[in-house]
């Protein structure tokens, strides 16, 4: 499940230009292929280009740079990460800049609300208002921030139990970098 949180009138830049449905079909169309999943990144960039918000072209956060927002429809970027939520920084960096140089009007950050148990920072809706408030002025434009739960990811029954017999699996294999799982598997050209 993902809760959405609107901050300096995001919402009603999103009604104004019409895009509230489309982003909430977008959020939950990207919550049901991401829930348990492992490859978050491939799925994320494959929803929203089914979305609709992968145009070629309008992606760049800066010019001549290879910087780019997770999806881009009408002057609204999408950027996300779910790995941590303390991508919540670096996101929302993201977005400001291309809203400082006029590019979006509006912006979507999509993070993991899975924290630390241990924290004492309260719930991750309590942590990103505080700090989305902490942020102004450096970070001051309107953005809505959607916190999705996205389960643990699904395992096969016999990695679960520890199969003494299995073989050892390196962390590259692990995050699913292809090109390393290629080149220590002997397939790389």
């Given at each position: 499940?993902?809760?959405?949180?609107?901050?300096?009138?995001?919402?009603?830049?999103?009604?104004?230009?019409?895009?509230?449905?489309?982003?909430?079909?977008?959020?939950?169309?990207?919550?049901?292929?991401?829930?348990?999943?492992?490859?978050?990144?491939?799925?994320?960039?494959?929803?929203?280009?089914?979305?609709?918000?992968?145009?070629?072209?309008t992606?760049?956060?800066?010019?001549?740079?290879?910087?780019?927002?997770?999806g881009?429809?009408?002057?609204?970027?999408?950027?996300?990460?779910?790995?941590?939520?303390e991508?919540?920084l670096?996101?929302?960096?993201r977005?400001?800049?291309?809203?400082?140089?006029?590019?979006?009007?509006?912006?979507?950050?999509?993070?993991?609300?899975?924290?630390?148990?241990?924290?004492?920072?309260?719930?991750?809706?309590q942590?990103?208002?505080?700090?989305?408030?902490?942020?102004?002025?450096?970070?001051?434009?309107?953005?809505?921030?959607?916190?999705?739960?996205?389960?643990?990811?699904?395992?096969?029954?016999?990695?679960?139990?520890?199969?003494?017999?299995?073989?050892?699996?390196?962390?590259?294999?692990?995050?699913?970098?292809?090109?390393?799982?290629?080149?220590?598997?002997?397939?790389?050209?």
């Amino acid at each position: 499940m993902f809760e959405t949180l609107h901050f300096r009138g995001s919402d009603k830049i999103l009604k104004k230009k019409k895009m509230m449905k489309d982003v909430e079909l977008t959020l939950d169309y990207i919550e049901g292929v991401l829930y348990g999943s492992v490859y978050k990144r491939e799925l994320t960039n494959q929803a929203l280009q089914e979305m609709g918000w992968r145009e070629n072209g309008t992606l760049n956060i800066l010019n001549g740079r290879r910087y780019m927002y997770k999806g881009f429809k009408k002057n609204i970027a999408i950027e996300g990460n779910f790995s941590a939520y303390e991508y919540i920084l670096e996101g929302l960096f993201r977005l400001q800049v291309g809203f400082d140089k006029g590019k979006i009007e509006t912006g979507i950050l999509m993070l993991n609300s899975f924290r630390s148990e241990k924290s004492s920072y309260g719930t991750s809706q309590q942590l990103a208002k505080m700090e989305v408030e902490l942020l102004y002025p450096t970070i001051s434009m309107p953005v809505s921030i959607a916190l999705f739960d996205l389960g643990r990811p699904e395992l096969f029954e016999e990695e679960q139990g520890g199969d003494e017999n299995a073989l050892p699996v390196s962390s590259n294999e692990q995050q699913g970098d292809p090109e390393t799982v290629k080149k220590e598997m002997g397939t790389w050209p």
